[in-house]
């Protein structure tokens, strides 16, 4: 009677929405520091995951690899419904482009959830 895809529409729909964290501004603009030749920003971030609590902080350029940047912890634990500030340090030639955070999943544990989301904000 139903279609293979209705009851994967079906499955979706009552199995739970699935949410991610959120990370703002969307377009944060980089400033110089009080550091000759360091360049920083300011991000806000929101854990709306019930089954994530640890994120991982990654600043890449336009073709996603890895650009080097300090940040207070590059890896953090942040409880369901906080928010964080996280400031991030870049040097002033950096070819950044996206502020990112990613979810980690604990190995070996028993969660509902075995999606990661990776959520980024393009530098202005």
């Known amino acids: 009677m139903y279609s293979t895809l209705s009851k994967f529409i079906i499955l979706l729909a009552v199995s739970g929405s699935a949410m991610a964290h959120e990370l703002t501004p969307t377009y944060p603009e980089l400033e110089q520091s009080y550091i000759p030749n360091v360049l920083q920003t300011k991000v806000k971030m929101w854990n709306a995951r019930v089954d994530v609590v640890y994120y991982k902080l990654e600043v890449t350029d336009a073709f996603w690899n890895d650009v080097p940047f300090i940040a207070e ?26 502020i990112c955070t990613r979810s980690m999943l604990e190995k070996g544990a028993r969660s509902r959830s075995m999606i990661s989301s990776k959520v980024c904000s393009k530098i202005k």
């Open 73 to 98: 912890e590059k890896m953090f634990k942040l409880d369901y419904m906080q928010r964080r500030e996280i400031e991030i340090f870049l040097p002033s030639d950096t070819t950044a482009q996206y």
